[in-house]
């Protein structure tokens, strides 16, 4: 781009030129806005991903129902923070094709909050599963799963995913803060947040579950929390049907980071619209000259063009960045993807 910039320096070339670069700012300048959009929520991180070893073959029945499932999730994912399907499993439609699902959004989350997590989801489920008979996805704020067989409302406590953060020895004031915690999680019907002095954590249960069999879920949470995390700082436990998490206070406190991030993404997204602010002066200042001299000036065809330079290089370099931050994490999503169980 900048050698066709220095081999035509003529105003005959400004207008295509011109047309061709806006068009590609402003592409670019829309796809970056929505890149730091996306990276911004926080209930869209990944934290574990099953799939069954059974493959279906596509355009199959089963596919057809599998996509009319999806498409019910997105829909009722902004009316409802949980909601449970049975597809294709009547006498007068092939066995085949018979498809149960569910998903789910964390107790606090607002309903557009839900649905945005849900819609990413619902994206990726066929990434990270692609073809197969039953898959769970877990976001940060929501989950999603499916299987051939009817799985609703039926006991698992098989886990799916753990994580323990460092220890914290002879802290007598801490276990005793998370045991309250841990007590208080344990007894949750539904979605619960509690808080111990410097302790915190929620729990929640999958909505197809009894207020029996959540108890029971939570309850084996707990326990495997103590035993697989045992004096860690701070843990998470994935069961089927039943999550519980604690931390010690700011543990988990990414508000700074997320305050970081939204700064550094307002600036770039100032820096670029004053640098269409500009460009869109200096056209119209290229017109009238045009139009009232015959011909434009050569210091405002360098300003011009110095101008659309330094402005693809901005976006290039911020579109780069943006890119390394989601290979990162998509190589993390797999990672954990490969260490999980189904």
């Known amino acids: 781009m900048l050698r066709s910039l220095q081999l035509h320096s003529t105003h005959k070339t400004i207008l295509p030129l011109r047309l061709s670069s806006f068009f590609f700012l402003l592409t670019s300048f829309s796809f970056l806005t929505n890149f730091h959009d996306g990276l911004l929520v926080k209930a869209h991180i990944f934290i574990y991903g099953g799939c069954s070893q059974e ?7 089963f596919q057809t ?3 009319t499932l999806l498409s019910s999730i997105s829909s009722s994912a902004s009316q409802a923070t949980y909601n449970s399907f049975a597809i294709g499993n009547d006498s007068s439609t092939s066995p085949e094709g018979a498809i149960y699902g569910l998903y789910q959004c964390r107790g606090d989350l607002k309903p557009s909050d839900c649905s945005q997590c849900m819609a990413s989801a619902v994206s990726q489920v066929g990434l990270v599963c692609p073809y197969t008979f039953g898959a769970s ?3 940060d704020g929501c989950v999603l799963r499916y299987e051939h067989v009817d799985f609703l409302g039926k006991l698992d406590t098989n886990l799916k995913y753990k ?3 460092k220890s914290v020895s002879n802290d007598v004031e801490f276990f005793k803060r998370r045991d309250d915690v841990l007590a208080d999680l344990q007894a949750a019907i539904g979605f619960r947040v509690s808080s111990s002095g410097l302790v915190e954590g929620f729990a929640q249960c999958l909505g197809d579950l009894s207020a029996t069999d959540c108890s029971a879920c939570l309850s084996d949470a707990v326990v495997k929390l103590k035993s697989l995390c045992g004096s860690a700082e701070a843990a998470d436990v994935f069961l089927a049907q039943c999550y519980a998490r604690y931390w010690a206070s700011g543990y988990y406190d990414t508000s700074a980071a997320d305050s970081s991030n939204k700064d550094e993404a307002g600036k770039t997204v100032a820096i670029i619209v004053g640098a269409f602010a500009g460009l869109a002066i200096l056209i119209v ?3 009238f000259c045009r139009k009232a001299l015959g011909e434009v000036p050569l210091f405002l065809i360098s300003i011009y063009k110095l101008l659309i330079v330094n402005l693809i290089t901005f976006i290039s370099v911020k579109f780069l960045e943006q890119r390394n931050l989601v290979m990162k994490g998509l190589k993390f999503k797999f990672k954990t993807l490969s260490n999980s169980e189904f």
């Open 55 to 61: 493959t279906f073959q596509p355009n199959s029945p």
């Open 65 to 67: 129902n599998l996509n």
């Open 137 to 139: 996805l877990q976001l």
């Open 163 to 165: 994580k323990c953060s």
């Open 285 to 287: 200042l290229l017109s």
